[in-house]
C-alpha cells in the first residue's frame, strides 16, 4: 500500500483521471440535468482535466508542490462549464495546502482535500446540496477521519471515495431536480471517477483507453431529460470567460455582485494575474461587457443551453423511433401554415390557439437560426407558410428561409414584437389570396403598440435617464419610457399613456416571475386608467418580460 506520493507520481495520477473520465464522459454527460438540462457535465469535466493532463506531459515536476501547482493553473484556464470550473477549484485550495510539500503523506492530503472544498465552496454564489460540493465535502471529511488512524495516501483516497459514493447515492434525496429525474448528481458522479482514476494509478491499475461517446447509459443510470421543458431554463446562455486583471484598482467581489444580478450558477475564481467566470445568464453581452472594464479578454465561451436540450430531446426521440427515410418536408394537405417565434407557455398557447402550426422557442435572450426556422416551415403540411418572427432581431434569419425552402411558398411578416405577431394572425383571412392576407397583416401589425417591464442589470444613464441597478424599466416600442422602483407606479404611468388611452382592446401578458396575484393588481390598474377599453389579462409566462402590453 503507497504511504506517500512525490511530484512524479501526482502528474501520471492527473493523466490516468483524465483517461478514466474520458473513457465515462458519456455515462456522466446522461445524468446531467442540474442546474441545467444540458447533459454535457462529463464532455465539460473531461475537457477541463484534459488541459491539466496534457500540462502534466509537457515538464515533469520535481516536487508535489511543483505538479500542483501545474495541475491547478491549467484547470483554471481550461475549465469548462459549472463543473468544470468548480474541479479547478478543488485542485486550486489542494494546491495551496501542498505547495511546500516535496511529497506528500495521508494527512497530506486530507488536508489537502479539505483546503479544495473550502476554496469551491467560497467561489460559488450559491452553493447547493446534492451536488459535487456535497460530495467532495463529505469525502474530505472521512479522508481526515481516516488519516488520523492510518497515514497512508492510498488507504486515505480510498476511504475518501467509498464515502463519496454513499454521498453520491444521497444526492437524489437532496435536491429536487435529481429526484424529479431519478438519477444521483452528475458532477458529483464526474469527481468520483477522477478521483477512483488517480487511485487506479497508485495501484498500477491499466489505463483506460478510448471514450465512451455515444454508447448509451444503462436506463437506470440515464437521466430522464424529456421531464424537463426547455422554457424551464430560466437563464438561457452558459457565458465563460478569462479575462486579465489590468485595473488592478476594480475588486473582483465588484464583479461578483454585477453577474450575480444577471443569472445563476456563478462561479468566480481570481489570482493575481487573471479572473476566471462561469454565469448562466440571458445577457452575455451585458457579461462581457464588464468584464472588459476588469481586463483584456483572454478566452470567452458562450453556449445556448436551451438549443442543447432540445437536442438532447431529439436525439432521444430518435433513437425511440423507427428507422425511416431521410427527413423530408412534410406534403401540403392545406392552403396555409403558420410558423411563430416567442418564448413562454402561455404565448406559445396563443398562437397555437390562433393556427399556428410550428412554435419556435426564441426572442429577446435566444434568437433561433435560420436553420431552425426553415425546421419548423418544413414540418408545416401547407403549401403557403407565413413565418412570425416577433422580433426585429429574428426578422432577418426569417427572410433567408424564403429563398432556401424549396417547395413551399414562405412570407415573412415583419413583426417585431409578439403582440404585433398575435394582431397579425387575427387579421388572417382563410379565403383571401397571399397577397391581400400579406397585405391585410402587415397592416394589423403596425396598429398595435407594445409596451414592456424588464429589470435594469446594472447603473446607467440612458437618453437623459439616470438608471439604477434593479430599477423595474417600461420600454414603449423598445424605446425606454421610464424608471421606478415601484412596478405599480410605472404600470400605471404605462396606462396613462396616449397608445393605452386611445386603445379600444388592451392585453396585459404577465410573465413567469410575476404572481397571478400581482399581475391581477396589474391589471386593475388598466381598467382604472383605461375604462373604455377591453382588457384581457393571460399568463405569458415569457422570461425577462414582468408584463407585456398590447394596446390596439
Known amino acids: 500500500?503507497?504511504?506517500?506520493?512525490?511530484?512524479?507520481?501526482?502528474?501520471?495520477?492527473?493523466?490516468?483521471?483524465?483517461?478514466?473520465?474520458?473513457?465515462?464522459?458519456?455515462?456522466?454527460?446522461?445524468?446531467?440535468?442540474?442546474?441545467?438540462?444540458?447533459?454535457?457535465?462529463?464532455?465539460?469535466?473531461?475537457?477541463?482535466?484534459?488541459?491539466?493532463?496534457?500540462?502534466?506531459?509537457?515538464?515533469?515536476?520535481?516536487?508535489?508542490?511543483?505538479?500542483?501547482?501545474?495541475?491547478?493553473?491549467?484547470?483554471?484556464?481550461?475549465?469548462?462549464?459549472?463543473?468544470?470550473?468548480?474541479?479547478?477549484?478543488?485542485?486550486?485550495?489542494?494546491?495551496?495546502?501542498?505547495?511546500?510539500?516535496?511529497?506528500?503523506?495521508?494527512?497530506?492530503?486530507?488536508?489537502?482535500?479539505?483546503?479544495?472544498?473550502?476554496?469551491?465552496?467560497?467561489?460559488?454564489?450559491?452553493?447547493?446540496?446534492?451536488?459535487?460540493?456535497?460530495?467532495?465535502?463529505?469525502?474530505?471529511?472521512?479522508?481526515?477521519?481516516?488519516?488520523?488512524?492510518?497515514?497512508?495516501?492510498?488507504?486515505?483516497?480510498?476511504a475518501a471515495i467509498e464515502e463519496g459514493h454513499i454521498a453520491l447515492d444521497n444526492t437524489i434525496n437532496q435536491n429536487p431536480v435529481l429526484k424529479k429525474a431519478g438519477v444521483v448528481d452528475a458532477g458529483g458522479k464526474g469527481f468520483l471517477v477522477i478521483l477512483q482514476g488517480m487511485l487506479d494509478e497508485l495501484r498500477g491499475e491499466p489505463m483506460p483507453e478510448g471514450s465512451d461517446d455515444g454508447a448509451p447509459a444503462a436506463p437506470k443510470d440515464r437521466a430522464d431529460f424529456e421531464s424537463f421543458s426547455t422554457e424551464e431554463i430560466k437563464f438561457g446562455y452558459c457565458t465563460e470567460f478569462i479575462c486579465a486583471r489590468d485595473n488592478k484598482k476594480k475588486d473582483p467581489e465588484a464583479l461578483r455582485g454585477f453577474l450575480n444580478a444577471l443569472g445563476d450558477s456563478l462561479v468566480l475564481v481570481e489570482d493575481d494575474d487573471i479572473i476566471k467566470v462561469h454565469v448562466h445568464t440571458n445577457h452575455p453581452g451585458k457579461v462581457l461587457e464588464e468584464a472588459l472594464t476588469y481586463g483584456a479578454l483572454q478566452t470567452v465561451k458562450i453556449e445556448n443551453m436551451r438549443n442543447q436540450h432540445s437536442e438532447i430531446l431529439e436525439e432521444a426521440a430518435a433513437q425511440q423511433a423507427p428507422a425511416q427515410e431521410e427527413h423530408k418536408a412534410a406534403?401540403?394537405?392545406?392552403?396555409?401554415?403558420?410558423?411563430?417565434?416567442?418564448?413562454?407557455?402561455?404565448?406559445?398557447?396563443?398562437?397555437?390557439?390562433?393556427g399556428a402550426d410550428g412554435i419556435i422557442s426564441g426572442g429577446q435572450t435566444m434568437n433561433p437560426s435560420t436553420e431552425d426556422i426553415m425546421r419548423e416551415i418544413d414540418k408545416t403540411p401547407a403549401e403557403v407558410v407565413f413565418v412570425l418572427p416577433n422580433n426585429k432581431n429574428i426578422i432577418m434569419a426569417a427572410e433567408q428561409c424564403t429563398r432556401l425552402v424549396e417547395g413551399k411558398q414562405v412570407v415573412v411578416l415583419p413583426s417585431k414584437t409578439v403582440p404585433q405577431g398575435i394582431s397579425a394572425m387575427l387579421a388572417f383571412d382563410p379565403d383571401s389570396s397571399v397577397e391581400e392576407n400579406t397585405e391585410a397583416m402587415s397592416e394589423a401589425l403596425k396598429r398595435v403598440s407594445t409596451s414592456e417591464i424588464t429589470y435594469a442589470a446594472r447603473d446607467s444613464d440612458f437618453d437623459g435617464f439616470a438608471i439604477k441597478q434593479g430599477d423595474y424599466l417600461a420600454l414603449a416600442e423598445h424605446q425606454l419610457f421610464g424608471t421606478d422602483k415601484d412596478i405599480y407606479a410605472l404600470l400605471r404611468r404605462l396606462a396613462e399613456a396616449q397608445p393605452q388611452q386611445d386603445a379600444e382592446f388592451i392585453t396585459v401578458f404577465?410573465?413567469?416571475?410575476?404572481?397571478?396575484?400581482?399581475?391581477?393588481?396589474?391589471?386593475?390598474?388598466?381598467?382604472?386608467?383605461?375604462?373604455?377599453?377591453?382588457?384581457?389579462?393571460?399568463?405569458?409566462?415569457?422570461?425577462v418580460y414582468y408584463y407585456m402590453i398590447s394596446a390596439e
Open 1 to 158: 500500500m503507497r504511504d506517500t506520493i512525490d511530484g512524479a507520481s501526482f502528474q501520471r495520477m492527473v493523466i490516468h483521471a483524465a483517461a478514466s473520465i474520458n473513457s465515462r464522459k458519456q455515462e456522466i454527460n446522461e445524468l446531467n440535468v442540474f442546474p441545467v438540462p444540458d447533459g454535457d457535465t462529463g464532455t465539460n469535466m473531461s475537457l477541463t482535466i484534459s488541459t491539466a493532463a496534457a500540462e502534466m506531459k509537457k515538464k515533469a515536476a520535481s516536487t508535489v508542490g511543483e505538479a500542483a501547482a501545474m495541475n491547478a493553473s491549467a484547470l483554471l484556464r481550461g475549465a469548462r462549464g459549472n463543473s468544470g470550473v468548480i474541479l479547478s477549484l478543488l485542485f486550486r485550495g489542494f494546491s495551496k495546502a501542498v505547495k511546500d510539500k516535496e511529497t506528500i503523506d495521508g494527512r497530506d492530503l486530507a488536508v489537502a482535500l479539505d483546503w479544495g472544498v473550502a476554496a469551491a465552496y467560497k467561489a460559488v454564489m450559491k452553493p447547493a446540496e446534492g451536488t459535487i460540493l456535497t460530495v467532495s465535502r463529505l469525502s474530505a471529511a472521512q479522508a481526515a477521519a481516516t488519516a488520523r488512524e492510518n497515514n497512508s495516501v492510498e488507504a486515505v483516497l480510498q
Open 331 to 354: 406534403a401540403p394537405e392545406k392552403p396555409y401554415g403558420f410558423v411563430a417565434v416567442c418564448a413562454g407557455e402561455g404565448v406559445a398557447a396563443v398562437f397555437r390557439d390562433l
Open 510 to 543: 404577465y410573465g413567469e416571475d410575476v404572481q397571478e396575484a400581482d399581475a391581477q393588481k396589474a391589471l386593475a390598474i388598466f381598467q382604472e386608467a383605461c375604462p373604455k377599453a377591453e382588457i384581457t389579462l393571460l399568463a405569458g409566462g415569457q422570461p
